[in-house]
């Protein structure tokens, strides 16, 4: 279990591969993830490399559920 606070940082695509290094190291390989909480369409990493994060519901993606609540905007117009 690990919390990724900035994606830009440690992206979650790098983190599949660096887990999947180290399983290999063991002959195990990893067959599954789990995101709790929403993160930005920018964090997803490409679907045709990375076809198990397809399997994130549209509801964790945070510019998703804003469209839905009725805001619009991107996180890029959040400001700290």
């Known amino acids: 279990s690990m919390n990724l606070a900035n994606y830009r940082v440690t992206p979650p695509a790098a ?3 660096r887990v ?3 399983a290999a190291r063991y002959g195990a ?3 599954d993830h ?3 909480g929403l993160m930005p369409a920018a964090a997803l ?3 045709d490399r990375y076809p198990q994060f397809a399997a ?3 509801t ?3 510019e998703d559920r804003l469209q839905v609540s009725g805001v ?3 996180v890029s117009d959040i400001k700290r």
């Open 72 to 74: 619009r905007c991107q």
């Open 45 to 47: 990493p490409p679907l």
């Open 34 to 36: 789990e995101i709790v």
């Open 60 to 62: 964790q993606v945070l």
């Open 29 to 31: 390989t990893p067959v």
């Open 15 to 17: 983190v599949w591969d």
């Open 56 to 58: 994130i519901a549209r």
């Open 20 to 22: 999947a290094a180290e």
